[in-house]
C-alpha cells in the first residue's frame, strides 16, 4: 500500500488515522500486537523500531529478550475492524545490538526471507509462488470447557444434518453434501464475500470462495498465486480477516483441522512453483504429467522429509484426527495427477508452462505460515540439489484410488506419521536440510519441539469424552 515514510505519513494525514497497529507473530504463528497513536509515528520508529519482549513470543531466554520490531511500510493497511481509525503494519523482529541491529533469526518473518535467499544462492531460482487454500468451518455456536470435573465440548450450525428436526425451515445440508451448495442452503455467502473484499482491500487478489464438503459450515476460499514472504504475511492477514469478519456476521470461524467429528477436515494446501528470470522452472512437456526433471526433484525433496515437515506442516495434535484414510484427506507418501489421497497432487487444469506446478495436500492452518513454506522450499531445495528422484525412490506415481486398493497393496505404501509426537521423533532425526544455510536456527528447532513435546504430554493426561462412553462401566 505505501512504501515510504512519506507516504505512510500522508495516509495517516489523509485517512485521519489516529493509531498505528504493528502486528508481530508469535512461535505458534498467532499475531501479538503493540499499538500508539498515530501522532508519534516518524521516521524515527520505522528506523529504530518498538521495543518487546521476546521471551514472551516464545523465541528467546529471558537473559537476551530484549527485542526491537521494525515495521515493514510495504504492508501497511488500514484496519478494518477497527472503530478507531487505525493503520496496520507487520515487519521484522531485530536484536538490540552494537554498532547495529542485526535481524532476529528465529522471527518467522526473516526466517521465510532467509530462505527466498538460500533459493537465490543456490542457483536453481529466484523466485518461489504458493498458492495456500484455506478451508474453514463457521459455527453458529462453540463452546467447551476442561475442569476436573467436567470435560467437553458443543457446538452448532444451523444447515446441520442434525438440526433436520428443529431447525424449522427445512434448509439443511446432508451430512457431506455441502460442496459448492447454493442459497437457501449457503446462508454465509454474503460473509464470505465480504471477507474476499476486505482480503482484495489489503493487497490480497482472491481466486473464489465456495462452500466446501462438510455439511456443518465448511468453506474455502483461495487466494492467487503470489511470492512467497508475500503469501506468508498475506496468510496471516487472510486468517485475522476470516476470523473478525465471521464475529461480526455472528459466526465463529475456526481452521483448526478436525473440529467436527465424522465431518470433512480442513486443510491448507499449498500449490508451488518457482521461476528463474521470470521463466518457469517446472514446465517440461516431455515430462511425466508436464513437470520438468526439477519439479520432480522438488517433490523428491518433499517425500523423503514428509515426516519431519508434518511438524511444521501440521503441528497440533488435531491435525492427525484429519490425516486419516477417507474424507479425501492425503495419507500416502506419493505423488501423481488429480489423485486427492496422495501427499502431493498434480492438478491436470494447470495446462499453460507458466501455470503448471503441484500442491502439498497434508499441511493444515494450525501451522505457522512462515515456518510451513519455508520448510517445504528448504525442503524441495535439497531435493533438488541431491537429485532425489520419487519414482525412483517408490513414491508413485500412484494414478489410482489409493483409498480402495486391495489390502495387501495398501500394506506396501508408506503413510504419514500418525501423530504429533511421531512427527516431532521426525523432526529431531531429520532437520539438516532446514538448518542449511542457516536457515532454520538450530536453538528455534529445539525450541519448537520442546514447547510441542509439552504441549502432547499435557493434551496426553486430559481424560477425553469418548473415554467414558468405551470404558465406564468396564
Not at 531485530?94 to 528465529?106: E, K, V
Amino acid at each position: 500500500m505505501a512504501k515510504t515514510v512519506q507516504q505512510i505519513m500522508d495516509l495517516i494525514r489523509e485517512q485521519d488515522i489516529k493509531m498505528v497497529d504493528f502486528k508481530m507473530v508469535d512461535i505458534h504463528g498467532q499475531f501479538r500486537h503493540v499499538t500508539i497513536p498515530a501522532r508519534d509515528f516518524n521516521e524515527e520508529i520505522m528506523k529504530n523500531g518498538v521495543g518487546f519482549d521476546a521471551s514472551n513470543y516464545g523465541y528467546a531466554v529471558v537473559e537476551k529478550s530484549d527485542m526491537v520490531f521494525i515495521p515493514d511500510p510495504d504492508t501497511a493497511v488500514i484496519d478494518p475492524f477497527c472503530q478507531i481509525p487505525t493503520l496496520s503494519m507487520t515487519g521484522n523482529a531485530m536484536i538490540i545490538d552494537s554498532p547495529a541491529n542485526r535481524p532476529l533469526a528465529q522471527y518467522p518473518r526473516n526466517i521465510v526471507l532467509a530462505a527466498e535467499q538460500y533459493l537465490k544462492d543456490s542457483g536453481i531460482a529466484d523466485t518461489m509462488l504458493i498458492l495456500p487454500e484455506f478451508e474453514f468451518y463457521l459455527f453458529n455456536q462453540v463452546g467447551w470447557e476442561v475442569q476436573a470435573n467436567a470435560i467437553g465440548m458443543h457446538l452448532d450450525y444451523n444447515q446441520a444434518h442434525w438440526n433436520s428436526y428443529t431447525e424449522g425451515t427445512g434448509n439443511i445440508v446432508p451430512k457431506q453434501k455441502n460442496y459448492h451448495i447454493a442459497k437457501p442452503f449457503d446462508p454465509t455467502y454474503e460473509c464470505r464475500s465480504e471477507m474476499v473484499l476486505l482480503m482484495e482491500e489489503a493487497g490480497i487478489p482472491v481466486k473464489y470462495h465456495h462452500p466446501e464438503v462438510g455439511a456443518s459450515g465448511q468453506f474455502e476460499i483461495e487466494p492467487k498465486l503470489g511470492k512467497m514472504s508475500a503469501m506468508a504475511d498475506a496468510s496471516m492477514m487472510i486468517k485475522y480477516i476470516i476470523r473478525n469478519t465471521a464475529l461480526k456476521y455472528g459466526y465463529s470461524a475456526t481452521l483448526m483441522p478436525k473440529p467436527v467429528y465424522g465431518e470433512a477436515g480442513s486443510g491448507m494446501h499449498v500449490h508451488m512453483l518457482l521461476l528463474k528470470d521470470g521463466q518457469p522452472v517446472f514446465s517440461d512437456d516431455n515430462g511425466y504429467s508436464h513437470l520438468s526433471k526439477e519439479a520432480h526433484w522438488f517433490m523428491g525433496g518433499l517425500l523423503k522429509h514428509i515426516a519431519s515437515l508434518c511438524a511444521l506442516t501440521n503441528p497440533s495434535t488435531n491435525s492427525f484426527k484429519r490425516l486419516v484414510p477417507g474424507f479425501e484427506a492425503p495419507v500416502t507418501v506419493g505423488y501423481a495427477t488429480s489423485n486427492r489421497s496422495a501427499v502431493i497432487r498434480i492438478p491436470a487444469y494447470a495446462k499453460t508452462p507458466a501455470e503448471r506446478r503441484f500442491e502439498l495436500r497434508n499441511p493444515d492452518a494450525t501451522c505457522n505460515p512462515y515456518f510451513c513454506y519455508a520448510a517445504i522450499l528448504m525442503a524441495g531445495i535439497d531435493g533438488i540439489k541431491n537429485k532425489i528422484d520419487p519414482h525412483e525412490n517408490g513414491w508413485g506415481p500412484y494414478d489410482m484410488n489409493l483409498f480402495n486398493l486391495p489390502e495387501e497393496e495398501k500394506k506396501k505404501l508408506k503413510g504419514l506419521p500418525t501423530s504429533l509426537e511421531q512427527a516431532l521423533d521426525a523432526l529431531e532425526a531429520d532437520h539438516d536440510y532446514l538448518t542449511a544455510g542457516g536457515v532454520f536456527p538450530e536453538i528455534l528447532l529445539k525450541n519448537f519441539i520442546k514447547n510441542k513435546r509439552a504441549e502432547c504430554l499435557q493434551m496426553s493426561q486430559i481424560p477425553h469424552p469418548a473415554e467414558f462412553d468405551r470404558y465406564y462401566n468396564l
